[in-house]
């Protein structure tokens, strides 16, 4: 008994030294300056337009009348808000479905160096529309950042899947959703009134974008490739064991190099399988059904809407305009927390438990907050407490479904297919973030009697952001 006790805690032990190796530094650094170079900024995008709203439509506005001598309609500057939004996610696409071909020829790394070439332009239109006083170049740099993030979050998660030791492939996979969580938080701290959320500095807050494309521009050329890039692409067994040594620290790699020819050669006359093909295939159909659901609930579930849109969520709640800058930011903050939680814990959890109980919890919250909404007049405390319902959506959300359908679309795929599964999964995210960033501004707006009302006893700032 005492031996079998002895034999059972010496094999924990070396798991958690295995662990410990498995985290080498060079592994630590090419995750964070990739994720600091791509999700960061998908993450910041979708925070960066939320605090300067009233002064770009205030932008959009004077620059409509000294074009045509008259102030925009209503309808039309509601639109042209929708579509700066909106026309993010119709970049994303573009870039999802450019990134397999990129991902071919030029391979991961080189994909996501490349990839900095369309945020530093996008950066350098949107902070100089203002000066140039045209509304065009805000809102073509927003679909060039899009293009930036579709890519990013096809390649950043394949090369951190190709990269990863088995063993914490799960929790280095979830620095995709922290990064993204602190992108978001970086926005709402940087759009602060007294930082750039003023109208004469709110440029450059899209300046700001340039930075860690910058950062990982001259960092990760002296990173390796994805040896199982190197090994299946380039047929490069030399670099793949050298990628190998440095990303696990170690000079024996004949396992990890075996395991991988081991699977090169089983499918050394496979070739990369295309969109049509895999949507085809009777063997992966449940893996790309699971894909596909879990990426249109990652969009749907309705987060985007409230990182979009924060805070005019929280001026329909009942908040104060003083107050509202400086509680967005919670809702940053939670999100990370929650991201890193998963992260630490995924690898002992699992991805289904996270998976299903952020989206239950997510369901109850949201739930609650309805009747919140629909009951704020009726107490001084009520709007408050939508505020913990919309903490608690964010938590649940980032705790799970913010990082796992990544996860699960490096993980469901052999190597000729995977690329093709991101395309698809990067697809339905984009098409779906597209819809909601559209769609919310109108679904959010109330109908033209009751506008016109509000509008001739409304003189707040804050009712001009999240109204027509």
């Known amino acids: 008994m005492k031996c079998s006790e002895k034999n059972s805690t010496d094999s ?22 990739g994720a600091f170079g791509s999700s960061f900024l998908y993450g910041y ?10 002064y770009i439509k205030s932008f959009y506005n004077e620059s409509w009348e000294r074009r045509y001598g008259h102030p925009v309609d209503p309808d039309t500057l509601t639109l042209l808000w929708s579509v700066t939004v909106s026309i993010f996610a119709i970049g994303g696409l573009v870039g999802t479905l450019m990134v397999k071909l990129i991902g071919k020829v030029l391979g991961r790394k080189y994909t996501l160096l490349v ?39 096809s390649a950043l ?51 700001v974008i340039a930075v860690p494309a910058l950062v990982q521009l001259v960092s990760l050329p002296f990173l390796p490739e994805s040896p199982r890039y190197l090994l299946f692409e380039k047929h490069d067994q030399a670099g793949a064991e ?17 395991e991988v020819l081991t699977e090169s050669r089983m499918q050394r006359n496979v070739q990369l399988v295309s969109m049509l093909e895999l949507l085809r295939s009777p063997l992966v159909r449940w893996q790309v059904v699971t894909v596909v659901i879990t990426m249109a609930c990652y969009q749907l579930c309705g987060l985007n809407a409230i990182w979009f849109y924060t805070n005019s969520i929280f001026g329909k709640a009942g908040i104060p305009p003083v107050k509202i800058p400086y509680i967005t930011l919670s809702t940053g903050g939670i999100e990370t927390l929650a991201a890193i939680f998963s992260g630490l814990v995924i690898e002992r959890l699992g991805r289904r438990p996270l998976l299903i109980g952020g989206f239950g919890l997510m369901a109850l919250f949201f739930g609650i907050l309805t009747v919140t909404l629909t009951l704020q007049d009726h107490a001084s405390w009520i709007p408050y407490l939508s505020i ?17 359908p990544f996860i699960l679309t ?29 769609l919310f501004p109108f679904i959010q707006t109330p109908d033209k009697r009751s506008y016109k009302k509000m509008a001739d006893s409304s003189q707040d700032p804050m009712f001009l952001a999240s109204a027509h």
């Open 242 to 258: 050298k990628a190998f040594q440095t990303f696990l620290g170690k000079e024996d790699v004949s396992r990890e190099l075996e």
């Open 115 to 153: 990839n900095n070439g369309f945020a530093v332009s996008a950066a350098l239109l949107m902070a100089c529309s203002l000066q140039a006083g045209a509304l065009e170049m805000l809102i073509v740099g927003r679909f060039i950042m899009g293009v930036d993030g579709g890519i990013a979050l």
């Open 157 to 207: 998660p394949m090369y951190l899947n190709e990269i990863s030791p088995k063993e914490i492939r799960g929790s280095l996979g979830q620095v995709t959703a922290i990064f993204i969580c602190i992108g978001v938080f970086a926005g709402q701290v940087l759009g602060l009134p007294e930082l750039l959320g003023k109208e004469s500095t709110w440029p450059y807050l899209f300046g």
């Open 12 to 33: 924990k032990e070396r798991d958690l030294a295995r662990k410990k190796l498995d985290w080498s530094c060079s592994l630590i650094v090419a995750s964070l300056v």
């Open 388 to 404: 913990v319902c919309i903490l608690a959506i964010i938590a649940s959300f980032c705790s799970g479904p913010g990082g796992i």
């Open 45 to 54: 995008n979708l925070s960066v337009v939320n605090a300067p709203t009233p």
């Open 410 to 438: 490096g993980e469901f795929f052999q190597q000729p297919q995977r690329p093709a599964a991101f395309v698809i999964a990067g697809t339905v995210n984009w098409l779906s973030n597209f819809a909601v960033g559209l």
